[in-house]
């Protein structure tokens, strides 16, 4: 039997819209799911957007609000994909209202916030996913295996890079995305915060880490109206950007491995350029998320030499048998977002968590707290 969950957004621009259709898609690729999820309610502040969502993606009601869609009683759980700096007051009022909680990362402005949502959830006992979906990729769920299973030996670096050049146009509006009070630390919540989990995801903890940030453009456009995305704004009042556009970090991790991990917004020919290379005692792995559905796999007894097969992963790696029959069909940016939303449920379904948590939140945002202040100390700062 299948019971109906009411489920509502808050914050309308592209991410709601992304979890809006993970919501309407789940159950075609995961039916076994005993949840299913019902669009009560959407929350958005710019005039019409909320509307505009009801009408298009069959909500039952909309609101300017989010506080409107917190007391709903047709309401139990919530997607939050409002900015940054509303994270840590709508994630704790949606647990203390007793409703589970789907939020982007990197919930919050800081590892602070990121507790304080996590605590809330603890103390409400109820459900709390994050948006670190690419950990969710068949290909790295393949590569988790490899790794714990020692196919490449014992891992002894690591590289992982998010380039992107999404900020990267002088004209590119002056949104709350780059404000200190409004955006957090930059590309550092953005994309490092990715970076960070999927660190942790593959490899384990990360002891201590060393940092350095910049600011590449230092000033920006304000715009006249509303904003969705990554707006221009040319001849508007220029106001300084006050978070980071590019970081690279040193890693330490508590196996003994070593890794770099570095995340530009400003990247200049980079679009969505993220991934990894590690690299073991007797192999290496090499994913892309440009090209999703592979993975290079280096293996063997060789050590010089040794070539790197491309393997396309299938309905035996991670979660792509509810996606495609055979090997190699695409996979896209949406359905790892369905996979998440699959978490979500089945984490509320089942009252046990599964896939990534508030606490996976709690460690990220503790290093990229972290790199913050090496970047400003210009030192090495433990984690653990």
């Known amino acids: 039997m299948v019971n109906t969950l009411g489920v509502a957004v808050v914050g309308f621009g592209?991410?709601?819209?992304?979890?809006?259709?993970?919501?309407?898609?789940?159950?075609?690729?995961?039916?076994?799911?005993?949840?299913?999820?019902?669009?009560?309610?959407?929350?958005?502040?710019v005039p019409g957007r909320a509307e505009e969502a009801a009408a298009r993606y069959g909500f039952e009601s909309a609101a300017r609000d989010w506080r409107e869609v917190v007391a709903d009683p047709r309401v139990e759980a919530v997607s939050v994909t409002a900015p940054n700096f509303l994270h840590r007051e709508i994630g704790v009022a949606v647990a203390e209202a007793g409703k589970h909680l789907w939020i982007e990362k990197p919930v919050g402005l800081t590892a602070d916030d990121a507790r304080a949502v996590a605590d809330a959830a603890a103390k409400a006992r109820v459900a709390g996913t994050v948006g670190f979906n690419y950990r969710n990729a068949p290909a790295v769920a393949a590569a988790r295996e490899m790794v714990a299973a020692e196919e490449i030996?014992?891992?002894?670096?690591?590289?992982?890079?998010?380039?992107?050049?999404?900020?990267?146009?002088?004209?590119?509006?002056?949104?709350?995305?780059?404000?200190r009070e409004r955006g957090g630390s930059g590309v550092l919540g953005d994309l490092a915060s990715h970076g960070v989990d999927l660190a942790r995801h593959l490899l384990g903890e990360i002891d201590s880490l060393a940092a350095d940030t910049a600011v590449f453009v230092p000033e920006r456009a304000r715009p006249s109206g509303a904003t969705a995305g990554h707006t221009r704004a040319a001849g508007g009042v220029l106001g300084p950007v006050e978070n980071d556009d590019y970081v690279s970090c040193l890693l330490r991790f508590a196996s003994g491995a070593r890794g770099v991990l570095e995340a530009s917004r400003v990247a200049v020919g980079e679009q969505n350029n993220y991934g990894f290379e590690i690299h073991g005692t007797r192999g290496a792995l090499f994913w892309d998320f440009r090209r999703m559905g592979e993975l290079g796999v280096s293996r063997g007894t060789a050590y010089q030499d040794q070539p790197v097969a491309t393997v396309y992963v299938g309905?035996?790696?991670?979660?792509?048998?509810?996606?495609?029959?055979?090997?190699?069909?695409?996979?896209?940016?949406?359905?790892?977002?369905?996979?998440?939303?699959?978490?979500?449920?089945?984490?509320?379904?089942?009252?046990?968590?599964?896939?990534?948590?508030?606490?996976?939140?709690?460690?990220?945002?503790?290093?990229?707290?972290?790199?913050?202040?090496?970047?400003?100390g210009r030192a090495w700062v433990n984690l653990r």
């Open 14 to 45: 592209w991410m709601g819209r992304v979890h809006a259709q993970a919501y309407a898609r789940v159950l075609h690729h995961f039916p076994r799911l005993p949840l299913r999820p019902r669009l009560v309610a959407v929350a958005d502040e």
């Open 153 to 179: 030996g014992t891992v002894t670096h690591v590289r992982i890079r998010l380039l992107s050049d999404y900020a990267a146009h002088p004209d590119g509006a002056l949104t709350w995305r780059y404000e």
């Open 315 to 376: 309905p035996g790696h991670g979660e792509y048998g509810a996606f495609q029959p055979g090997s190699a069909n695409a996979m896209g940016y949406d359905d790892l977002k369905v996979v998440e939303a699959w978490h979500f449920l089945r984490s509320i379904a089942e009252g046990a968590p599964h896939g990534a948590t508030l606490e996976d939140a709690v460690a990220s945002a503790v290093a990229l707290d972290a790199m913050a202040r090496s970047a400003a």
